[in-house]
Every structure is written in structure tokens, then in C-alpha cells.
């Protein structure tokens, strides 16, 4: 194995994006526009070669994720491979389709955690942003299994425009599924979620709100549930770390055996990605141009590179900033500090106020919604 | 927030596990999202919850191998359990039944 250096440690999450394939069509979903196809998907031979490699790594965390993971025929052997290698395996599902068939299966290949989304807490507007009819009860009842077996539970949910006055509801439905964790999520604009900005878009007023709904909900439900909060770039003052530091702790491996710094690096130009087909992981985390490209702080400007916060943020997002400024060696415009942050604050409330455009909702082919940014 | 007391039964929740870390060379207790590291005395205490013993019994095994003080070892315990009871990567067993019925009120 090759040798990291010093500076660079091991990576500690291993996103699996086992397939893009998905029964849903949530218009902030986090895969790219350009989807990538069954035909082209890893097999199972390489994934679990790629676990083994990213247990040799240091990993302790895989997130089996996509699309839909249990679309792939191979997910109990996939989690199974994960269990031998003494990996964490979190199923982040959406529930529906083949989840229910498949979930014995996977408690036997010695599954750990159980993550499903959910769209609202009412379930004509779960479905309406879900763009399927009867996908929340499906979720609700597949969720209820999971708890009934003993497993962990999640909710995810993701907040926007749509159901941003309802938080209290997705917390409340949290309890009674008997959950564990909840995270609520505001949306982070890129891929899908970019496209539909202004469909999603939350006033600052009713951000404000949300907040302070969890704030007091973490309070009451302490020692029931926890309550993760991802809070929403375009109000905020300092950026998010965005997966910890670009190429310190996580890992993504996409469909076709890409290996990227998060699942949204794609959408910066002239990065040069390897593929696990072609090389090791090990290699690729040490090596791999794009890891090395944001890799620490020897990459930033100012007003990062003077900045007191420079290790705990991370400079932010590079994919926010190339979306927002143009530049993805910029400083995140969510930061207070960068000189475009006034702009996308101002962009945020005039989208807000306005009339929602409909959603473009995810396809195989690649939206016609002009690019909003 | 829970109170722990020696009579207590400590016991990892599904989902939550302990492993030896060979890349780091560490005990870690790895939970859903989360992976905390333990010191060695941390991860000694963990290994030996298994959902039957009382932390009066753990800190009974800790105090013969380590062969320190008993009261210091279990206030050290507890409070270190608390801190994990309140993230949620450690249960409290319900109370187990009492095994012996004092039938005649005389003890027994």
C-alpha cells in the first residue's frame, strides 16, 4: 500500500454511491445532472475489492448509498463484504421498492444502521415533492420495520421552501417512528438543488423559525432523540467544512468507480479524477490530483489564508464556490467574509419572496431549466 | 439525564460497536455518523459491558486488575459512562427482576 504523507490522514467515511437509480425524483437530489447508467456501474467483484482497500485505508464508516442502493441486486453481498471487513455499514435508503424485500437479507449480512429520507410529514406534500404517489407510506411503513427489528434508525429529511413551516411535524413524525437521530437538513445547492433554487429557496424569516423549532425540540426530546442540524449556507455567517476538509476524512466513490473528494466535485471544471478500475484507493486518497487540488490550506487565498478559521471550515465549499464565484479556489461566498457574500444573500431573499417556479424534478437525462447561477 | 449508580446495567445499543482501529492503532466506539476515540482505559471499561453485568461488577474486575482503589475507580467509571449514556452510544438494561421473592417478609 502506498504510504500517505504525514500531513494527510486516513480517511474515516467511504460514500458508496452503489447506483443512481432510483424510484424517486426529489428536485434537490445530491447526484450529479448527468446521471450515470446501469450499464455502467461497478460490479460486484470491484466493489467489494474497493471496501476491502478502504478498510486497509483507515476507514471505519461506509454509507451505502446512490439512487436507491437496494436497487443493485448485490446489496446483501455488498454489505455482507462490508461486515467481514469490520466496516460500519449505514444504508442510507429511501424505503420504497426493493428496501422492504431486501431488509431481512441485509440484517442477516450484519447490517449496522438504517438511514431513510423523508419528504414531509404529510404525505400528499411528501409525494408531491418526491414527484411519486404513495412513496411516504411506503417510507412510514418500511421505517417502522426497521425500528420493529431492532435496528437503528434515522430520519432524514431536507428542508426547503416546501415544507420548511412544517419542521415541527417532521419532528413529531421522527418520535413516532420511534427514530434515534434526525437530521434535519436544509438543502445545499448544487447539482439538482441548483437547478431548482428558486423553487426551494426559504425565506430568512422562515430559516429563523426552523431553527429555533429544533432548538427547542432538542431540549425537550433529550435522551429520545438527537437532532442533527445542517443549517443553510446563503443565511449563514461562516461556511460548513464541507466533508470534514476536502480529502481529510471522506471518500465518494460514484457508480462508475470514480473516486471524488465529495459527491459534488464533478461539477468543477479541469479536476482530473481516477477511477478505482484503474488504481488502488490508497493511491488514488494520496494522490489522486483531485484530492490534491484543495488538499490543507496551502490552496487558499485571502481572506482564508489569514483567517483564524482556516482549519475549522476548511475554506468551505469548492463547489459553492466555483457555482457562486467562478472560482473554486475562492473563498465559500456563504462565509460573511467573502466579498460575494452580500450578493447571494440578496439572491437568496429576492428568490425567496418571489413566485416558486415549478420543480424540474430528477431525470436520467439532464434538466432543460437554464443553469440559475 | 439518567442516573447511574452501581447497581446499574450498562449495554451497548444496536448500532453501536466497539472495534480496535489497526490503521490508528486505537479503540474506537463506532455509532451511526459518529466514531469516538477511546483511551485504553475508556475501551477496558467497554470491553467489559455485556448487558448482564452491574457497573458494581465491571468496577469489582477493574479494581482487581488494575489494582487501584476501588470508590476512585468507580466514580471514574460512572461519570465516564454518564458521558455516554448523554450521547446516546450507551443504554441503561432495564432493572433486572428480583431473583428471589421475600415471600414470608423475613429475609428469606
Redesign the interface.
Known amino acids: 500500500m502506498a504510504m500517505a504523507p504525514e500531513h494527510n490522514p486516513a480517511p474515516i467515511g467511504l460514500l458508496a454511491e452503489l447506483t443512481h437509480r432510483c424510484p424517486l425524483r426529489c428536485p434537490y437530489c445530491s447526484n450529479p445532472l448527468a446521471l450515470d447508467r446501469r450499464s455502467g456501474e461497478l460490479d460486484t467483484a470491484a466493489w467489494t475489492r474497493v471496501l476491502s482497500e478502504a478498510a486497509a485505508l483507515g476507514v471505519l464508516h461506509v454509507h451505502l448509498s446512490g439512487g436507491e442502493p437496494t436497487a443493485r441486486a448485490d446489496i446483501e453481498e455488498i454489505t455482507a463484504h462490508c461486515a467481514h471487513e469490520g466496516l460500519y455499514t449505514n444504508l442510507i435508503t429511501s424505503g420504497i421498492g426493493p428496501a422492504h424485500a431486501k431488509l431481512d437479507g441485509l440484517v442477516r449480512a450484519g447490517l449496522d444502521h438504517v438511514q431513510v429520507s423523508v419528504q414531509a410529514a404529510d404525505a400528499g406534500e411528501a409525494d408531491a415533492i418526491a414527484g411519486l404517489g404513495g412513496a411516504h407510506e411506503q417510507k412510514l411503513t418500511f421505517a417502522r420495520r426497521v425500528v420493529a427489528i431492532g435496528l437503528p434508525l434515522t430520519i432524514n429529511a431536507v428542508i426547503h421552501r416546501g415544507n420548511i413551516r412544517h419542521v415541527d411535524r417532521i419532528i413529531g413524525l421522527a418520535v413516532s417512528l420511534g427514530a434515534k437521530r434526525l437530521e434535519i437538513a436544509h438543502t445545499q445547492y448544487y447539482g439538482w438543488a441548483l437547478v431548482n433554487r428558486a423553487a426551494l429557496m426559504p425565506s430568512r424569516e422562515d430559516v429563523d423559525r426552523s431553527i429555533a423549532t429544533v432548538e427547542v425540540a432538542r431540549a425537550r426530546l433529550e435522551g429520545r432523540l438527537v437532532i442533527d442540524l445542517v443549517v443553510p449556507d446563503y443565511y449563514a455567517l461562516y461556511p460548513k467544512a464541507c466533508a470534514g476538509g476536502w480529502g481529510r476524512r471522506l471518500i465518494n466513490v460514484t457508480p462508475s468507480g470514480q473516486v471524488l473528494p465529495c459527491h459534488a466535485a464533478q461539477t468543477i471544471p479541469g479536476l482530473e479524477f481516477w477511477n478505482v478500475t484503474d488504481r488502488s484507493l490508497a493511491e488514488i486518497w494520496s494522490a489522486s490530483p483531485a484530492f490534491q487540488a484543495f488538499r490543507g490550506t496551502d490552496w487558499m487565498p485571502d481572506p482564508c489564508r489569514s483567517c483564524d478559521r482556516r482549519e475549522r471550515d476548511w475554506g468551505g465549499c469548492r463547489c459553492q464556490a466555483f457555482a457562486l464565484a467562478g472560482d473554486a479556489a475562492a473563498t465559500d461566498p456563504a462565509c460573511s467574509l467573502s466579498p460575494h457574500h452580500a450578493m447571494i444573500q440578496g439572491l437568496a431573499a429576492a428568490e425567496a419572496d418571489a413566485e416558486p417556479p415549478a420543480y424540474a424534478y430528477r431525470t436520467m437525462s439532464r434538466p432543460t431549466v437554464a443553469d440559475p447561477a | 439525564?439518567?442516573q447511574l449508580s452501581p447497581a446499574t446495567i450498562p449495554r451497548l445499543?444496536?448500532?453501536?460497536?466497539l472495534?480496535f482501529?489497526q490503521?490508528?492503532n486505537v479503540n474506537?466506539l463506532?455509532a451511526?455518523?459518529r466514531?469516538f476515540e477511546l483511551d485504553p482505559t475508556a475501551a477496558e471499561v467497554l470491553s467489559c459491558i455485556d448487558g448482564r453485568r452491574s457497573i458494581g461488577e465491571i468496577v469489582d474486575v477493574l479494581a482487581v486488575k488494575f489494582t487501584a482503589e476501588r470508590a476512585i475507580i468507580e466514580a471514574d467509571v460512572i461519570d465516564m459512562l454518564a458521558g455516554l449514556v448523554?450521547r446516546?452510544v450507551l443504554e441503561v438494561a432495564p432493572q433486572a427482576p428480583a431473583t428471589r421473592l421475600d415471600l414470608y417478609g423475613n429475609g428469606t
Open positions: 439525564m439518567t445499543p444496536h448500532g453501536v460497536r472495534k482501529d490503521v490508528r474506537v463506532l451511526p455518523e466514531a448523554g446516546r
